[in-house]
């Protein structure tokens, strides 16, 4: 184990009372943290179930979990909570759905889902649904600044605010209706709760004594007042953070959290830490010169001993083909001549959609790789279905989930039938599934009709049954089978090999509930099913399935994605105006923002940092010029090392003549 430098080493010790790390990127914030909880079990007698840790991504709190899990072994560590706020609040609504008044098996909405709701809301009120996307997000921040749809009216500036806002409150009664909450209540509920049940908030304040947040500085309002509720007087509090490191404002977060600390606990300790044990000198300096252009609350120095180390190189490329191209090549080269290990590579982006022919190219060099985000495992039409027969299990009352299965695999239900079950149960104020039992319906659909959707619920009843009183993952191998649905896959999926993997899809799935049910129960003995699919929808499967694939591969992700995380070879590509800084930040001048992202980006670096831009590039299916990105010219220049530049220049040079020579020849035919 590495010794720690006198400044962690307060950090760590100082348990008394509140504590604020404040420190630049590889400066050990996140060591602190994990070698904390260390120290408070094993030599301040703290139970572990006393300590929480919570950060903000599912890759964050693995990568910590992982690291003290090195660090305490055993039954020492049993109990701790070391998740991302998100999982904590589901945990809370989880033990508390009584006085929530949930029932217990509720739904959890993931976007999609939320977008949908929103989507039929807008319908049904004859509106426009062009703005799905922008009214969810508009919900998404009044439920992040704890905004009731009551306090978003009054606030509404315009008629597109009032649009909103009226969609926030339909939306509400209706994920009420379903028995569902969204990712944005699994912060908002708890804090309500604890707001309106103090006796509540005492009990879960003497269960989680002492709490330590990683990236502090991307809190919003409700995670805010989250970790203010949790603490309360005691101040058993650390939080760690870096305000240049700030990159999701546009969720909300509020990186002046970190000075409101000072207010909030008067006798707030702060320690300031300086050594990057990440970086070469170079990257470190590259990172700092550049960051030196956004105005700075707090002064921060971070030196480092690692070697001044390699130069950045910067690539040009004609286009986006040749930079991906060029990026799988180098990554081979290197691994075949200097036999560097896929894993030990990075390769990072401003938007998901530039992996996509990076993903080509990587293929195309047989240069293996793995993909966080993107298209997540979740979002596939397989998954969504069967989790939607999950959900109806669970929670009956769930229409999203209803619809989308009551028909798949077909079972001569038509749109007419649902249209009248619809407006029966919107009358009498009940779910789909229980208006299919009421007598009423005999009167409105034809006995047929009634019959077949009879005959699913009780069905489904049947399966839940069996899930409460035997081996639940058998009950649902069982339902995949009843239903056939391996069948309608082949039936419905254009080629054979593309059904397989479908097909694979779900059987991975189930596998997954098994291993997730059991670890649940290592805590929770009485964890059921509801517990494991709540638990499902809420962790990126995906990222999970690399979890427990430690092959040798490249990694791919966004640098929103790679906060916290480090590579000893990093490529950033796109590195161009309208690109990073993105072409919204540019329109809104937001620039600061993409200045941190960089920084972000950089300082994930650990000895080598490549940087790829293409000179051309297609947008909606045309070639447009691509400027290079201003945060190259932020850079030192000794400190790079530029490949391309001519050639490119050269060619554009000789392309701009062609057009003058053809718009001559054009002028002089006229
Ligand atoms: P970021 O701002 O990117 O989240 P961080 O401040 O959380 O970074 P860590 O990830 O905790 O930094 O540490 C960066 C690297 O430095 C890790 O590889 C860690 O193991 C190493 N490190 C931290 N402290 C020490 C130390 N005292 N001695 C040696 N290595 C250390
Ligand atoms: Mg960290």
């Known amino acids: 184990?590495?010794?720690?430098?006198?400044?962690?080493?307060?950090?760590?010790?100082?348990?008394?009372?509140?504590?604020?790390?404040?420190?630049?990127?590889?400066?050990?914030?996140?060591?602190?943290?994990?070698?904390?909880?260390?120290?408070?079990?094993?030599?301040?007698?703290?139970?572990?179930?006393?300590?929480?840790?919570?950060?903000?991504?599912?890759?964050?709190?693995?990568?910590?979990?992982?690291?003290?899990?090195?660090?305490?072994?055993?039954?020492?560590?049993?109990?701790?909570?070391?998740?991302?706020?998100?999982?904590?609040?589901?945990?809370?609504?989880?033990?508390?759905?009584?006085?929530?008044?949930?029932?217990?098996?509720?739904?959890?909405?993931?976007?999609?889902?939320?977008?949908?709701?929103?989507?039929?809301?807008?319908?049904?009120?004859?509106?426009?649904?062009?703005?799905?996307?922008?009214?969810?997000?508009?919900?998404?921040?009044?439920?992040?600044?704890?905004?009731?749809?009551?306090?978003?009216?009054?606030?509404?500036?315009?008629?597109?605010?009032?649009?909103?806002?009226?969609?926030?409150?339909?939306?509400?009664?209706?994920?009420?209706?379903?028995?569902?909450?969204?990712?944005?209540?699994?912060?908002?509920?708890?804090?309500?709760?604890?707001?309106?049940?103090?006796?509540?908030?005492?009990?879960?304040?003497?269960?989680?004594?002492?709490?330590?947040?990683?990236?502090?500085?991307?809190?919003?309002?409700?995670?805010?007042?989250?970790?203010?509720?949790?603490?309360?007087?005691?101040?058993?509090?650390?939080?760690?953070?870096?305000?240049?490191?700030?990159?999701?404002?546009?969720?909300?977060?509020?990186?002046?959290?970190?000075?409101?600390?000072?207010?909030?606990?008067?006798?707030?300790?702060?320690?300031?830490?300086?050594?990057?044990?990440?970086?070469?000198?170079?990257?470190?300096?590259?990172?700092?010169?550049?960051?030196?252009?956004?105005?700075?609350?707090?002064?921060?120095?971070?030196?480092?001993?690692?070697?001044?180390?390699?130069?950045?190189?910067?690539?040009?490329?004609?286009?986006?083909?040749?930079?991906?191209?060029?990026?799988?090549?180098?990554?081979?080269?290197?691994?075949?001549?200097?036999?560097?290990?896929?894993?030990?590579?990075?390769?990072?982006?401003?938007?998901?959609?530039q992996a996509r022919l990076l993903e080509v190219k990587l293929q195309a060099y047989q240069v293996p790789y793995k993909l966080s985000g993107g298209t997540s495992f979740f979002s596939r039409a397989e998954i969504k279905d069967l989790m939607a027969y999950l959900k109806v299990l669970i929670n009956p009352d769930d229409d999203n989930a209803f619809l989308r299965i009551i028909n798949t695999p077909r079972r001569e239900i038509g749109p007419g039938t649902l249209q009248k079950l619809g407006s029966y149960a919107s009358e009498r104020q009940v779910s789909m599934f229980a208006a299919c039992d009421e007598m009423g319906l005999e009167q409105l659909l034809p006995a047929q009709a009634v019959d077949r959707l009879r005959r699913f619920c009780s069905w489904m009843q049947r399966l839940y049954q069996q899930c409460q009183q035997s081996d639940p993952v058998a009950a649902i191998r069982e339902m995949i089978l009843d239903i056939d649905y391996e069948g309608w896959i082949y039936q419905n999926t254009a080629s054979e090999a593309a059904a397989q993997k479908r097909v694979q899809n779900i059987w991975f799935l189930v596998d997954s509930i098994r291993s997730t049910m059991e670890r649940l129960q290592e805590d929770d003995p009485d964890a059921g099913i509801e517990e494991t699919i709540a638990r499902l929808i809420l962790l990126d499967l995906l990222e999970r399935q690399e979890e427990e694939d430690d092959s040798d591969r490249v990694q791919l992700m966004t640098l929103h994605a790679s906060k916290g995380l480090e590579f000893p070879h990093v490529f950033m590509m796109g590195m161009e105006e309208e690109l990073l800084p993105h072409r919204n930040s540019i329109e809104t001048d937001n620039i600061e923002e993409e200045r941190r992202l960089a920084y972000v980006g950089i300082t994930r670096a650990r000895q080598t940092l490549t940087m790829t831009l293409a000179k051309q590039r297609k947008q909606y299916g045309e070639l447009v010029d691509c400027m290079p990105s201003r945060f190259l010219d932020e850079i030192p220049q000794e400190d790079l090392e530029i490949e391309g530049q001519e050639r490119c220049q050269e060619q554009n040079r000789a392309r701009g003549k062609a057009t003058l020579n053809s718009l001559k020849s054009l002028l002089d035919g006229l």
């Open 1 to 353: 184990m590495s010794s720690l430098n006198p400044r962690q080493k307060e950090a760590v010790e100082y348990v008394g009372g509140p504590l604020l790390v404040l420190a630049g990127a590889g400066s050990g914030k996140t060591s602190v943290i994990t070698r904390k909880i260390a120290y408070m079990i094993e030599k301040c007698g703290v139970e572990a179930r006393h300590i929480a840790a919570v950060t903000f991504t599912n890759k964050a709190s693995r990568e910590m979990k992982e690291r003290v899990g090195q660090l305490v072994k055993g039954r020492a560590a049993r109990g701790l909570t070391v998740s991302t706020f998100h999982n904590l609040g589901l945990n809370i609504i989880r033990r508390e759905h009584k006085v929530l008044g949930l029932k217990s098996a509720f739904s959890l909405f993931d976007d999609q889902d939320s977008k949908a709701l929103l989507k039929d809301l807008l319908l049904h009120h004859n509106e426009d649904t062009d703005q799905v996307d922008s009214i969810a997000h508009q919900i998404s921040n009044w439920k992040n600044d704890m905004l009731t749809p009551e306090q978003a009216l009054v606030q509404a500036a315009g008629p597109d605010d009032i649009r909103a806002a009226r969609a926030y409150e339909s939306y509400n009664l209706h994920l009420k209706a379903y028995n569902a909450v969204d990712f944005d209540d699994l912060i908002l509920t708890p804090v309500m709760l604890f707001h309106n049940h103090p006796e509540v908030l005492e009990r879960w304040q003497g269960r989680i004594r002492y709490l330590l947040v990683d990236e502090y500085q991307d809190t919003n309002l409700s995670q805010y007042r989250l970790v203010r509720q949790l603490v309360g007087h005691r101040g058993g509090l650390t939080v760690v953070g870096d305000d240049d490191q700030s990159i999701y404002a546009w969720r909300g977060a509020r990186p002046e959290n970190l000075v409101q600390l000072n207010e909030d606990f008067p006798s707030l300790r702060v320690v300031k830490l300086e050594q990057n044990y990440r970086s070469t000198g170079r990257i470190l300096k590259a990172a700092n010169t550049l960051i030196a252009n956004n105005p700075h609350v707090f002064d921060k120095t971070l030196w480092s001993d690692m070697g001044f180390g390699d130069p950045i190189r910067v690539i040009y490329n004609r286009n986006e083909e040749t930079e991906c191209e060029r990026i799988a090549t180098e990554i081979l080269d290197r691994h075949l001549r200097k036999a560097v290990p896929f894993r030990d590579f990075a390769i990072l982006y401003r938007g998901n959609f």
